[in-house]
């Protein structure tokens, strides 16, 4: 699992599940920084990347895919690991999904997350393109 300190930052305009999932990190260890705002944490992100990000989706300012991409044309290898949480799965295009390194669906059990980010510290990051892998052309 990961270690103590990891550093974590969770990005939502509904406080409330950003207190709840920011609190539940923190009791297992992790260095929690909260954003309600993604301009806030697109900022924090270019300064000093965390190892993971999670973000909702809907959100009033920027959309969680708006501020994936944003993250992933400015920090380029620098840019953590994106999770989104959403309550909203079944209406996300593939496109829209294939921005983040995973999607858990809103509720979630937190083991669900915790076992996500165990999952992703031990994946190599893929190379991020907007198009789905899926989608290409078969190589000649």
């Known amino acids: 699992m990961t270690t103590d300190?990891?550093?974590?930052?969770?990005?939502?305009?509904?406080?409330?599940i950003l207190d709840a999932i920011g609190r539940m990190l923190e009791e297992d260890g992790f260095a929690v920084e909260r954003f309600a705002s993604a301009s806030d944490a697109?900022?924090?992100?270019?300064?000093?990347?965390?190892?993971f990000l999670l973000t909702d989706f809907l959100m009033a300012?920027?959309?969680?895919?708006?501020?994936?991409?944003?993250?992933?044309?400015?920090?380029?290898?620098?840019?953590?690991?994106i999770v989104c949480v959403t309550g909203w799965l079944d209406e996300l295009r593939s496109d829209q999904i294939a921005v983040f390194d995973r999607v858990l669906e809103?509720?979630?059990?937190?083991?669900?997350?915790?076992?996500?980010?165990?999952e992703l510290e031990h994946t190599p990051p893929r190379s991020w393109?907007?198009?789905?892998?899926?989608t290409d052309?078969?190589?000649a």
């Open 5 to 16: 300190a990891t550093r974590v930052m969770v990005v939502d305009d509904e406080v409330a």
């Open 42 to 51: 697109i900022e924090a992100c270019s300064a000093r990347p965390p190892a």
């Open 61 to 81: 300012e920027m959309s969680g895919e708006e501020l994936a991409e944003t993250l992933r044309a400015s920090l380029g290898a620098r840019c953590p690991r």
């Open 106 to 118: 809103k509720p979630f059990a937190y083991c669900d997350l915790v076992r996500v980010l165990d």
């Open 129 to 134: 393109r907007r198009t789905p892998p899926w």
């Open 137 to 139: 052309e078969p190589s």
